[in-house]
């Protein structure tokens, strides 16, 4: 998945994109807005990490754009202020998040990870067709092989369910450990047993591996 950092503080952003890849991201970065908001149009993202004050176009400027442009991405700013009047101007514009300067990576993996998420996680479709005759419904989470419904566990449902709202794109470990396991301390092997157990049920290649990358579904 991709993220497009805008951040004008050095140390914060090398810090950012350094942490943000280490979790699995592919990370743009920049340091005036006028940058960031050109990569906008020109590329697709899948969450915005925007810094408020910064050179040439502001942050709250981008969010207006964006929103005005219809580009259906999430945005979190990142933001040192902390006068109750900028937060509110903010969410008015159509932001999901903030997070304020200074902030643990924790904190910031959280966010991330969350915001993803649960703004990715859905759709206007009824049935979604996958692959060899693979298919998945949102009014009841099934997952179905030529009609029929396959058992999963509420753990593996959940996975399912993260993988096929996002399908094409490789979801990062940690993403899925904060949305499957609600955030609570589980390992990597945790999450191959559960990508085991549904193989198991369905087929070896209705969700693909990249070693250090994460897991996905085809489109």
């Known amino acids: 998945m991709k993220i497009l950092l805008l951040e004008d503080d050095y140390t914060y952003k090398e810090s950012i994109k350094e942490f943000l890849e280490e979790m699995g991201y592919e990370v743009d970065d ?20 925007l810094d408020i004050r910064v050179p040439e176009i502001d942050g709250y400027e981008i969010l207006k754009t964006v929103r005005k442009a219809k580009i259906d991405v999430p945005i979190i700013f990142i933001t040192s202020l902390t006068d109750i009047n900028n937060l509110s101007l903010g ?5 999901n998040d903030y997070i304020r300067k200074p902030f643990s990576l924790k904190e910031l993996k959280y966010r ?26 949102i009014a009841n989470s099934a997952l179905s092989y030529h009609g029929d419904d396959i058992m999963l566990s ?8 993260l993988l096929v709202k996002n399908r094409g794109n490789f979801i990062s470990v940690e993403t899925i450990k ?32 990249a070693k250090g990358i994460g897991y996905k579904i085809e489109k």
């Open 30 to 49: 920049f340091e005036n807005g006028q940058n960031a908001l050109d990569a906008i149009y020109e590329k697709s993202y899948d969450l915005l990490l």
């Open 91 to 95: 969410y008015e514009l159509g932001c």
């Open 112 to 137: 991330v990870s969350q915001t993803i998420s649960s703004y990715h996680l859905h759709t206007t479709l009824e049935s979604i067709s996958l692959q060899d005759g693979y298919s998945y419904t």
């Open 154 to 161: 509420s753990y593996e449902k959940k996975l399912i369910f």
């Open 178 to 209: 904060d949305y499957v396991w609600d955030g609570r301390e589980v390992g990597d092997t945790d999450i191959r047993m559960a990508i085991k157990k549904i193989r198991d049920k369905t087929d070896k290649t209705l969700i693909l591996t």
